[in-house]
């Protein structure tokens, strides 16, 4: 078992104003800008991808120098997907669910179990790391909503 203490559970809940299987598809349709789009601006390598699976690994540039993330997904379509992380400072598992909601809405929970170890750092704090993911979450929200509008219209167009 790997040190650095107890895992912490986390949930963050967004919704977005798509159907669901649009919010599935570009939820899932990793790409190596995924780290522009959220802000975070990570580094992002496909190394696999299959109909079912994708792995990928992710390097942050931080102050305290490199964090590396090796993520491991296994996509459950139509409404959720798994993913377990090992990384140089933390062990993730996150949940993902989807959910439709009235007006073409959908709404995505993210359960998370996160366990420190590596560089010894202890689990940030439960509502810090929440704000974050939310935030993260907020600028994919609105870019997955420009995406709909714009495939709504390309359809119109063809139509």
């Not at 299959?50 to 296994?74: C, K, M, P, Q, Y």
């Not at 140089?88 to 989807?98: A, E, G």
Request: a positive charge.
């Amino acid at each position: 078992m790997p040190k650095g203490g107890p895992s912490r559970h986390y949930q963050v809940r967004a919704t977005f104003r798509a159907p669901l299987p649009f919010v599935f598809r570009w939820c899932t349709d990793y790409t190596p800008e995924d780290g522009r789009y959220s802000g975070e601006g990570y580094e992002r390598r496909i190394l696999a991808r299959s109909v079912r699976n994708v792995v990928l690994e992710d390097l942050f540039d931080t102050r305290h120098g490199w964090i590396w993330i090796h993520r491991a997904v296994r996509l459950q379509p139509p409404d959720r997907w798994h993913a377990d992380s090992v990384g140089s400072d933390r062990i993730l598992s996150v949940d993902y669910r989807l959910s439709s909601l009235p007006g073409g809405r959908t709404r995505l929970t993210i359960d998370a179990r996160r366990r420190p170890y590596g560089l010894g750092k202890a689990n940030p704090p439960k509502t810090e790391w929440q704000r974050n993911v939310a935030r993260s979450w907020e600028r994919f929200g609105r870019l997955l909503e420009r995406d709909y509008r714009r495939s709504k219209a390309d359809r119109a167009g063809r139509g």
